[in-house]
């Protein structure tokens, strides 16, 4: 809303991208461009590693991945052709 008032055209004046599809950025006008992330996944996988952590508190710790996927919505602007 703040960008309308102030005229700043979306995606013409300024490209806007969220991190989280939520139903709020699919009712926003433009709908918003987002990175989907698996909460449930994520969930998960916490939840093994802290069980995994409390077997073995010595345990170094690891870094892991949990796949995103973006969302391609009206709010960023085409730029490749």
Request: charged share 30%; glycine share 2%; aromatic share 4%.
């Given at each position: 809303r703040y960008l309308y008032e102030q005229q700043?055209?979306?995606?013409?004046?300024?490209?806007?991208?969220?991190?989280?599809?939520?139903?709020?950025?699919?009712?926003s006008?433009?709908?918003i461009t987002s990175v989907c992330i698996n909460k449930e996944?994520?969930?998960?996988?916490a939840a093994k590693l802290m069980i995994e952590r409390?077997?073995?508190?010595?345990?170094q710790?690891?870094?892991?991945?949990?796949p995103v996927h973006?969302?391609?919505r009206d709010s960023v602007k085409n730029i490749g052709g």
């Open positions: 700043v055209r979306v995606p013409d004046d300024v490209s806007i991208a969220t991190y989280d599809d939520s139903l709020l950025v699919t009712h006008s433009p709908a996944d994520i969930g998960v996988k409390l077997k073995a508190p010595d345990r710790a690891e870094t892991h991945y949990i973006l969302v391609e």
